[in-house]
């Protein structure tokens, strides 16, 4: 029986408030390992408390809440992710939309 949200999942969810981060830098404001990170962002996600919005430019993983998806689609539309993948390529629109989800 879960007691609710453990100490680096609070802290997660704390530091996401202020906008969306990588995995590293969750950690570093956590003040917790990286994988423990990890396993507490899996599970948030599992419960839909946080949303992977992307990559960063180094490959991470980028996490924000829910609420911060609906801002990123309307921001590139999967409909223009498309359109610039059809005409740029696929790598060129990947690159791109990390370059997009990077900058919020």
């Known amino acids: 029986m879960s007691r609710g949200p453990g100490r680096v999942q609070r802290g997660i969810l704390e530091a ?21 990170t990890r396993r507490a962002l899996r599970r948030l996600a599992a419960r839909g408390r946080v949303v992977c919005l992307g990559f960063t430019l180094g490959g991470g ?5 829910p609420d911060m998806r609906a801002a990123r689609l309307a921001l590139w539309p999967l409909e223009r992710e498309a359109r610039l993948c059809a005409l740029m390529g696929p790598r060129f629109a990947r690159s791109f939309r990390r370059a997009v ?4």
């Open 16 to 36: 996401l408030e202020g906008g969306p981060l990588g995995t590293a830098d969750l950690a570093r404001h956590v003040g917790a390992r990286e994988d423990s």
């Open 61 to 65: 993983l980028r996490w924000g809440l």
């Open 101 to 104: 989800v990077a900058a919020l």
